[in-house]
């Protein structure tokens, strides 16, 4: 059964870097068939797409958050990654990835695995 | 681009059947067929339970069904179980390559 865990700091002063990193295991990032996202949840709201790449490295970003966006992917670690600069208390919430499925190289609007989540409040 | 919207909440008692809509734009809902909805119990991560349109994945009751109508979705879920209390959350794929989701809706099984 495919899992994936996310890692990084719970806590982010404001104006840092959101640094995050999602594990695969017991299956391949590197699969023709999904792409790998990023959501997440502030306190009490609802979900909100953040970002999605492709094993090669193509990637698709939320417009309102691309300028301040980077992901990545590490195939030889089975791991993607997530930056986000210049972070305020908007960004609090609580991050999950997910594995995608790809529609020709879109975007689905279907995850059908989800890590367990992580907390990061953007804090001084 | 606006987030999809949803009521904030539906409620209905065991047994019975609540629908649960999410309304979008010609530019997401209403030109494609790729809504997907999760169910979220508190503290969980959601669980995919309808997607591209009206499918269920593996293990998903068929009492969950989905169904669309111009730029509107709709979720309804038939014979109300006490475990169907959770939020759902919308999500459409939308023009140039992006997702949208919608606000969430809170379901109460009374």
């Known amino acids: 059964q495919l899992q994936l865990q996310e890692s990084g700091p719970g806590l982010v002063k404001p104006s840092e870097t959101l640094s995050l990193t999602c594990t695969v295991s017991d299956g391949s990032i590197s699969s023709d068939d999904y792409l790998w996202g990023w959501i997440r949840q502030p306190p009490g709201k609802g979900l909100e797409w953040i970002a999605t790449?492709?094993?090669?490295?193509?990637?698709y970003y939320d417009p309102s958050l691309r300028s301040r966006l980077t992901i990545s992917v590490d195939t030889s670690k089975n791991e993607f990654s997530l930056n986000l600069d210049s972070v305020t208390d908007a960004d609090t919430a609580i991050y999950y990835c997910?594995?995608?499925?790809?529609?020709?190289?879109?975007?689905?609007?279907?995850?059908?695995?989800w890590g367990q989540g992580t907390l990061v409040a953007v804090s001084s | 681009q606006s987030a999809l919207t949803q009521p904030a909440s539906v409620s209905g008692s065991p047994g019975q059947s609540i629908t649960i809509s999410c309304t979008g734009t010609s530019t997401d809902v209403g030109s494609y067929y790729l809504v997907s909805w999760y169910q979220q119990h508190p503290g969980k991560a959601p669980k995919l339970i309808i997607y591209e349109g009206d499918k269920r994945p593996s293990g998903v009751s068929n009492r969950f069904s989905a169904s669309k109508s111009g730029n509107t979705a709709s979720l309804t879920i038939s014979g109300l179980q006490a475990e169907d209390e959770a939020d759902y959350h919308c999500c459409s794929y939308a023009i140039d390559n992006t997702l949208l989701f919608g606000g969430g809706t809170k379901l109460t099984v009374l």
């Open positions: 997910a594995r995608q499925f790809n529609l020709g190289l879109r975007p689905a609007a279907t995850f059908d695995y």
């Open positions: 790449i492709y094993y090669s490295g193509r990637t």
